[in-house]
């Protein structure tokens, strides 16, 4: 019988990767070409998964060598690491997969989803972004984290230098996506579409970014291949046949209000900056005109908060009063597209039961297929949840930039790009005409603030964000806010559009790093229990 490994297993246990590279050999008819292949590929593994666990639990055990099976207690009971000793494991073998990879997959019929260099150099990059990082960096609240007698486990002095050595892993990503033929995605339309106006053009080109398909899609480094299978969670119902089928559509993925007031205004800065926004009253009642028929319905009554947002804005969220572009619906134009009713129970997308609710108001539509049919029957086109797509790689590269030597034309640059397909000015045009704080985009601190912002609203909804928070070490400031919606019972639009708060979030220092679970640190009492636990 195969003896218990400690925790954390970094490949799951009984997994022939931990066994393959030992016995790669022994395959006859296996080409040396593939043999290296497949190394590479279960290197780049037990790399991710080791990163993985880093973000999760921070130090942890490392298992170089596979222990044989009649290992020892002392063997199999392993002491954490250090997580810079365990962030250079994970670059060693990056590094040693990466040459052995394809730079992209020339048969997608047969091998879309293998690893490439490509992504190898993505990750790589985020690795080291993440181990330059505030939580991981210089982190004072894990002072005493550590062996007695020991340095600590997380490090204790900020080192600069680890911003260079992260600058230099996105610029080899970033180039190796450019050389690759890697480009924005923007939406073409298949000849069945009527001709879309500019305005529903840009929210397709913002939208679709994670909808098309993988192998058509320029801008995916590297997808999920399970396919997202709950895209009617996160779909309002915009028809009769939907409230006949509750359970076909659910739509109960509900996006905080904190999050819909996070996207910018149309002049590309946050609503509280902008000068010509109207703050205060964003909760007020307004009716829509013709000049926003392309986002909402003419004639509605909605927030006002919802009037001169910026593309993304309408592109990832579903509200009350949106305009809905998909759904079957197409044949209908684009002047007389479905809507959004979302106040009362009486309403489409209002609540009709405990279940089926959503409870903010907000419906995250970019995960939506705009081509997915929910009704009597459902049709759900396919698609996959980016893990790296260049848009958050150019962000990535921003903000090392940034941090390494402060503004300059790059960081701008590429920052401006993805700005620039979200329909937005460059940075220093928005702030500098714009906002109220026009040298926020001239200062360091200024432009990391930016940064962030930009790459929490251009990834939203796609798995990135919490990874982002806690590696700049800013979650409990983001989560110290109630979580709101509007009150979704109230069919006034007087009364709906009134911020009602579900729950209070409650994230202490504790919570950025998972708890090890009892029963391992009694099989191991060589491992610790991270702090505050």
Same mark, same amino acid.
């Given at each position: 019988?195969?003896?218990?490994?400690?925790?954390?297993?970094?490949?799951?246990?009984?997994?022939?990767?931990?066994?393959?590279?030992?016995?790669?050999?022994?395959?006859?008819? #296996?080409?040396?070409?593939?043999?290296?292949?497949?190394?590479?590929?279960?290197?780049?593994?037990?790399?991710?998964?080791?990163?993985?666990?880093?973000?999760?639990?921070?130090?942890? *055990? @490392?298992?170089? @060598? %596979?222990?044989?099976?009649?290992?020892?207690?002392?063997?199999?009971?392993?002491?954490?690491?250090?997580?810079?000793?365990?962030?250079?494991? @994970?670059?060693?073998?990056?590094?040693?997969?990466?040459?052995?990879?394809?730079?992209?997959?020339?048969?997608?019929?047969?091998?879309? !989803?293998?690893?490439?260099?490509?992504?190898?150099?993505?990750?790589?990059?985020?690795?080291?972004?993440?181990?330059?990082?505030?939580?991981?960096?210089?982190?004072?609240?894990?002072?005493?984290?550590?062996?007695?007698?020991?340095? *600590? +486990?997380?490090?204790?002095?900020?080192?600069?230098?680890?911003?260079?050595?992260?600058?230099?892993?996105?610029?080899?990503?970033?180039?190796?996506?450019?050389?690759?033929?890697?480009?924005?995605?923007?939406?073409?339309?298949?000849? %069945?579409?009527?001709?879309?106006?500019?305005?529903?053009?840009?929210?397709?080109?913002?939208?679709?970014?994670?909808?098309?398909?993988?192998?058509?899609?320029?801008?995916?480094?590297?997808?999920?291949?399970?396919?997202?299978?709950?895209?009617?969670?996160?779909?309002?119902?915009?028809?009769?046949?939907?409230? /006949?089928?509750?359970?076909?559509?659910?739509?109960?993925?509900?996006?905080?209000?904190?999050?819909?007031? #996070?996207?910018?205004?149309?002049?590309?800065?946050?609503?509280?900056?902008?000068?010509?926004?109207?703050?205060?009253?964003?909760?007020?009642?307004?009716?829509?005109?013709?000049?926003?028929?392309?986002?909402?319905?003419?004639?509605? /009554?909605?927030?006002?908060?919802?009037?001169?947002?910026?593309?993304?804005?309408?592109?990832?969220?579903?509200?009350? !009063?949106?305009?809905?572009?998909?759904?079957?619906?197409?044949?209908?134009?684009?002047?007389?597209?479905?809507?959004?009713?979302?106040?009362?129970?009486?309403?489409?997308?209002?609540?009709?039961?405990?279940?089926?609710?959503?409870?903010?108001?907000?419906?995250?539509?970019?995960?939506?297929?705009?081509?997915?049919?929910?009704?009597?029957?459902?049709?759900?086109?396919?698609?996959?949840?980016?893990?790296?797509?260049?848009?958050?790689?150019?962000?990535?590269?921003?903000?090392?930039?940034?941090?390494?030597?402060?503004?300059?034309?790059?960081?701008?640059?590429?920052?401006?790009?993805?700005?620039?397909?979200?329909?937005?000015?460059?940075?220093?045009?928005?702030?500098?005409?714009?906002?109220?704080? *026009?040298?926020?985009?001239?200062?360091?601190?200024?432009?990391?603030?930016?940064?962030?912002?930009?790459?929490?609203?251009?990834?939203?909804?796609?798995?990135?964000?919490?990874?982002? +928070?806690?590696?700049?070490?800013?979650?409990?400031? @983001?989560?110290?806010?109630?979580? /709101?919606?509007?009150?979704?019972?109230?069919?006034?639009?007087?009364?709906?559009?009134?911020?009602?708060?579900?729950?209070?979030?409650?994230?202490?220092?504790?919570?950025?790093?998972?708890?090890?679970?009892?029963?391992? +640190?009694?099989?191991?009492? %060589?491992?610790?229990? %991270?702090?505050?636990?």
């Amino acid at each position: 019988m195969e003896r218990r490994r400690p925790w954390p297993a970094v490949i799951p246990r009984h997994s022939s990767l931990q066994y393959l590279p030992e016995n790669i050999d022994k395959p006859r008819d #296996l080409g040396i070409s593939e043999r290296k292949r497949w190394i590479a590929e279960v290197k780049f593994l037990k790399a991710y998964y080791h990163f993985h666990l880093l973000r999760m639990y921070g130090p942890i *055990p @490392v298992v170089r @060598v %596979n222990l044989p099976i009649t290992a020892g207690t002392s063997e199999v009971r392993t002491k954490r690491e250090a997580t810079d000793s365990v962030f250079q494991y @994970v670059k060693q073998l990056l590094d040693e997969a990466t040459p052995d990879l394809p730079m992209t997959i020339q048969d997608p019929a047969q091998s879309l !989803g293998r690893i490439t260099q490509l992504i190898a150099l993505s990750v790589k990059a985020e690795v080291l972004v993440t181990q330059a990082s505030p939580f991981f960096n210089g982190n004072p609240d894990y002072a005493g984290f550590g062996y007695k007698g020991e340095a *600590p +486990l997380m490090p204790q002095t900020y080192v600069a230098a680890k911003w260079d050595t992260a600058v230099l892993a996105c610029k080899a990503a970033v180039d190796a996506a450019e050389a690759a033929g890697l480009k924005l995605y923007n939406f073409i339309a298949p000849g %069945n579409l009527p001709a879309l106006p500019a305005e529903l053009k840009k929210m397709m080109d913002l939208r679709h970014t994670i909808g098309e398909k993988w192998e058509q899609n320029p801008e995916i480094i590297w997808g999920l291949n399970p396919v997202f299978g709950l895209q009617g969670m996160c779909m309002p119902r915009v028809n009769d046949k939907m409230v /006949q089928n509750l359970g076909g559509a659910p739509g109960n993925f509900a996006v905080p209000l904190v999050m819909a007031e #996070l996207f910018y205004t149309k002049n590309g800065v946050p609503m509280n900056e902008d000068r010509s926004f109207d703050y205060r009253g964003r909760y007020a009642v307004e009716t829509v005109t013709a000049a926003d028929k392309y986002y909402m319905h003419e004639g509605y /009554q909605t927030a006002k908060m919802h009037f001169g947002r910026e593309p993304r804005f309408y592109a990832d969220l579903s509200f009350d !009063g949106a305009n809905y572009f998909g759904n079957g619906m197409l044949d209908q134009g684009v002047d007389n597209l479905p809507y959004v009713t979302a106040r009362g129970a009486t309403s489409m997308a209002g609540p009709k039961d405990k279940i089926r609710v959503n409870v903010t108001g907000y419906w995250p539509q970019k995960l939506v297929n705009y081509q997915s049919v929910f009704g009597e029957q459902v049709t759900t086109i396919g698609l996959r949840i980016p893990m790296i797509r260049l848009a958050g790689l150019y962000l990535l590269y921003a903000e090392a930039l940034n941090e390494a030597g402060g503004p300059t034309a790059d960081v701008y640059k590429y920052v401006d790009l993805v700005r620039e397909r979200a329909g937005l000015k460059g940075v220093l045009e928005s702030w500098t005409t714009y906002s109220s704080n *026009p040298g926020k985009a001239s200062s360091k601190d200024g432009l990391r603030q930016i940064i962030q912002t930009e790459r929490r609203i251009e990834l939203a909804f796609e798995g990135r964000a919490g990874w982002d +928070l806690r590696r700049w070490k800013v979650m409990q400031q @983001v989560l110290a806010s109630p979580i /709101q919606g509007w009150d979704i019972y109230q069919a006034d639009p007087q009364a709906y559009y009134r911020p009602r708060t579900l729950t209070i979030p409650v994230f202490g220092l504790k919570d950025y790093l998972w708890p090890i679970k009892y029963d391992e +640190l009694v099989v191991n009492p %060589n491992l610790i229990q %991270n702090p505050y636990w």
